[in-house]
């Protein structure tokens, strides 16, 4: 059974400054509940259905944590429609900025509002194993639950730093790529095996306090008619091009 109070505390971390305020977020849907069980965030509870709890023996590991619920319980405290498995609440992460040597490419992403985009472009940088994420403070919300359900369970394996992009570019010592339709084409660029790759914003682009930390502007070749691609769809073709000849 779940309290009247711990019901409104969920429900409450679907606002961004109540998130803020407990340092906690939350997971919905079985997917993402195993995601985040497998990595290193500290779960502070789980409330999960039966036959989820019978089909994932790995949740014994969890029963003072663990409450037992229903899928109408599990709706009218999340943002789902429909959930019959889980739903769980952790503590966010501190916002550490990446080991750059231990990395290969690093996506920036300048005012990248739409959550669902920003989760997009999370699990695509998780399919080509890319560990971290540079962020403007205006880009939407990692721990946004439209955000942690568009990863599809990368939020646990990606992390997002926030920070004043001017400064973080200022002093970077690799080189910095950027979508530009002036560019050179995708397809014929050159890269160093190492690099930041800086997407725009879904409506302005790039903001122009940022260009002249640009070493290197990249085009997506257009065929067709189409006015402009989608942030999310511009992230994977240019980090499919970065990591082809990286394996």
């Not at 407990?22 to 509870?45: H, N």
């Not at 019978?54 to 969890?62: A, G, R």
């Not at 009218?76 to 769980?88: E, H, I, K």
Request: glycine letters at 6%; a neutral charge.
């Amino acid at each position: 059974m779940v309290s009247k109070a711990k019901e409104k505390f969920i429900k409450s971390l679907q606002l961004k400054k109540n998130r803020k305020q407990a340092q906690s977020f939350l997971v919905e849907g079985g997917k993402s509940v195993l995601e985040l069980l497998s990595a290193d965030f500290t779960v502070q509870s789980i409330l999960a259905t039966d036959r989820f709890v019978t089909d994932h023996p790995i949740l014994e590991n969890y029963t003072n944590l663990l409450t037992i619920t229903s899928e109408s319980a599990l709706v009218r405290m999340g943002t789902f429609q429909s959930n019959n498995a889980a739903l769980a609440i952790a503590e966010m992460k501190e916002n550490t900025p990446p080991s750059m040597d231990l990395e290969r490419y690093i996506l920036v992403l300048d005012d990248v509002r739409d959550p669902g985009n920003l989760g997009t472009i999370i699990r695509i940088a998780d399919w080509y194993g890319m560990k971290h994420i540079v962020a403007s403070r205006q880009t939407a919300d990692c721990y946004n639950p439209k955000v942690i359900h568009a990863s599809m369970g990368s939020f646990a394996r990606v992390q997002l730093y926030y920070t004043e992009l001017p400064s973080f570019l200022k002093e970077k010592k690799w080189p910095l790529y950027a979508t530009d339709m002036q560019g050179t084409s995708v397809h014929d660029m050159t890269f160093d095996g190492k690099g930041l790759v800086l997407m725009g914003n879904e409506a302005h682009g790039i903001s122009a306090d940022l260009q002249k930390y640009v070493d290197h502007t990249v085009a997506i070749p257009r065929f067709g008619e189409a006015e402009s691609l989608n942030v999310a769809v511009a992230s994977a073709i240019v980090c499919d091009n970065l990591m082809r000849n990286q394996a």
